[in-house]
Every structure is written in C-alpha cells, then in structure tokens.
C-alpha cells in the first residue's frame, strides 16, 4: 500500500513539473565583481552565460542608466563609460515567460597618471613629463643651495608617485641648468645665493577639457612632490591650482604655497614636507560641489616671480583624479584662502 502511495505521489510530482516554466538562471558573469571603477571613455566588456531548465530560448536585454539609457542585446555587450558618475548596467534573461537579472554597479570617475602619455594635456615653461631617473640631480646642491636637514637624495629628483612617470616644473639633466627651475643661470652668481635666473620664469600644465557628468559631490584630489626656497615661500615660487568651467576664464582654486614660514636663509629650501625638511610625496584635496554636472578644465600654474633663488628642485604633480566623495588619508595641511590670483 505504501509503495502505491509513493508511486501517485510521484507520479502526481512529475506531472506538476512537466507543466511547469522555471526562470533562467545565470551560472556565470564578467567581469566577476559587482562594484566596478572606470575611467570616463573606458570601454567595459560585460557576458553573461545563462541556462533554462526547460531549454526555451533566451533573450537578453542591456541597459544602462544613471545617465543617458544605453541598450543591448545579445550575451555579451561592450559598454563605453561616458562622463563621470554612478550607473548600474543591468541584463535581463527572459525565456518568454520568466526574467532573471543581474547587474554591476559603475563609478566612472577621472583619473591621469600620465603613463600611457598625456593626451590633451598641455605644457607651457619648465612643465614636461618626467620619467623616472636616478640619474638627474640638482647640480645647484653645494654651491648655490643645500638640501634640507637629513635629506639624504643626494639632490636627485623624485620617482613618480606611482608607475615611472609624472609631470615635473624643473629642467632635467642635459645643456644648461640641471636639475632645477632656474632656466638659464646669471654668469656672476654668488655662492649659496638660492640659485639666480637672468629672467623669471613660469608655466601652466592645463588639462583637457573633464566633464563632470551627473557627480553629485565631484571631489579634486592629486599628489605633488616640491622644493622651493625657504626665504618667501607665501610669495614668490608660487604653487597654484586653477579651474575653468564650462570654457570660461580661469579662475583661482587654490594655493599649495605654506600660509606660515619662510625667513630661511637664500639656500635653504621649503618643501612639500615642510621648512627644512625633506620633501615628500603628499595628496592635496579640493571640493567642486559647485561645478558638479559641468565640464572644467584644471591648470597647474607654477610662478617664480623673481629671478631670485630659483635653483630648488621644482614642483612634481601626479596621480590626478576626480570622484564621488573621495575618500583617502589627505595631508592637513591648512590651504592659503586669503590669495586671490590670476594665471
């Protein structure tokens, strides 16, 4: 009797099953992370492998939004990240009767490490883009300026940030002045004068043009390497950021130049670790809330002034990004609101 019963039952199951339609599943996915950065203009290939218990055929719809809507279809589907912001791009396998999905969430964010080049970044002065090499020393060091206090480079430039290159305010090794901004060198300079140029000298690394997309709370963030002179770093060897929005005028950002020190002596360097100190990779972070949903342009303006002790290392920048509330343990030191410039 029982084996009877059993045998109803199943046979009750197998008929229920039989009628029955079961979602797709989705057995694999690429990439494989959920979460994904990219940079604006990154090409992104997404696939997806997807069975059906009642082998019906399948088809597959792309989307993307949080921007413009984009769509696809078929089991693979290359996507290219537009301006910045948060996007989800979501497939949906449907048998005819049921859907399953999945989806990935995007931050396109801005980031230039100069490794790959520079394009659409232009240079104008001392600013070039530095690989790195042990080989290119301050030749001012010893006769003109001194390193700072237990700087033991030697007075050899820094390496990059990250990877093997950035971008550098200095002359390197090669006809004329080694190794610092001092251009072209006065032939009657005296010993640890700071290093003295016949003329000032200055320069803009301007970016491309950075759309801002839909980033509620676009945030600056870059690291700088640098050695001025100690005497008036507020004033003279000037650090400053500038931004143009929506191909307007540039206008000040900020300032990377100490708002307290100075008073060294002419050969006596103020640096990115601080008035005598050895210098020292460090980020440097800006708030563009304002300019969220706009297209900018940075500038990186670095300004001697003087023709006085110009014979420092210079100004490195690297690693320049733009994101959505970044987050990174960034330097406390105090920016300089009270300058107001024009480049």
Not at 34 to 51: D, K, R
Request: with cysteine.
């Amino acid at each position: 009797m029982k084996r009877v019963i059993l045998l109803v039952a199943l046979m009750v199951v197998l008929a229920v099953t039989a009628g029955c339609n079961f979602p797709p599943s989705i057995t694999e996915k690429l990439p494989a992370q959920q979460n994904l950065t990219v940079n604006a203009g990154e090409s992104i290939h997404f696939s997806v492998v997807a069975g059906d218990w009642n082998s019906d055929p399948l088809t597959y719809k792309w989307t993307a939004t949080g921007g413009s809507p984009i769509s696809g279809t078929g089991k693979d589907f290359t996507w290219t990240a537009p301006g910045l912001g948060t996007y989800t791009v979501t497939v949906a396998v449907c048998d005819g009767t049921w859907t399953t999905t999945h989806y990935w969430n995007v931050t396109v964010g801005f980031k230039e490490s100069f490794e790959t080049g520079s394009t659409g970044w232009t240079a104008t002065g001392l600013w070039h883009r530095q690989e790195n090499n042990s080989a290119i020393f301050n030749v001012a060091v010893g006769n003109f300026v001194v390193l700072p206090l237990d700087d033991s480079s030697g007075g050899v430039i820094p390496n990059a940030n990250s990877g093997q290159y950035c971008y550098w305010y200095g002359s390197p090794s090669g006809a004329g002045v080694k190794g610092n901004y001092m251009g072209t060198q006065t032939p009657d300079d005296t010993w640890l004068s700071g290093g003295t140029s016949t003329v000032k000298n200055s320069g803009m690394l301007t970016s491309p043009v950075i759309d801002l997309g839909i980033l509620q709370n676009p945030v600056l963030q870059f690291a700088y390497w640098f050695e001025i002179e100690g005497m008036a770093p507020l004033t003279n060897d000037l650090m400053d950021v500038y931004i143009s929005v929506n191909g307007g005028f540039f206008t000040f950002l900020g300032s990377l130049n100490p708002i307290v020190g100075g008073g060294q002596g002419a050969a006596v360097p103020h640096t990115s670790g601080g008035t005598d100190s050895p210098a020292y990779w460090d980020w440097r972070s800006y708030d563009l809330n304002e300019y969220a949903g706009k297209t900018i342009q940075l500038s990186f303006v670095f300004d001697t002034v003087n023709a006085d002790r110009n014979g420092f290392r210079g100004w490195f920048i690297d690693d320049i990004e733009i994101t959505e509330d970044a987050v990174r343990n960034l330097s406390a030191k105090e920016l300089n609101p009270a300058v107001n410039r024009t480049p």
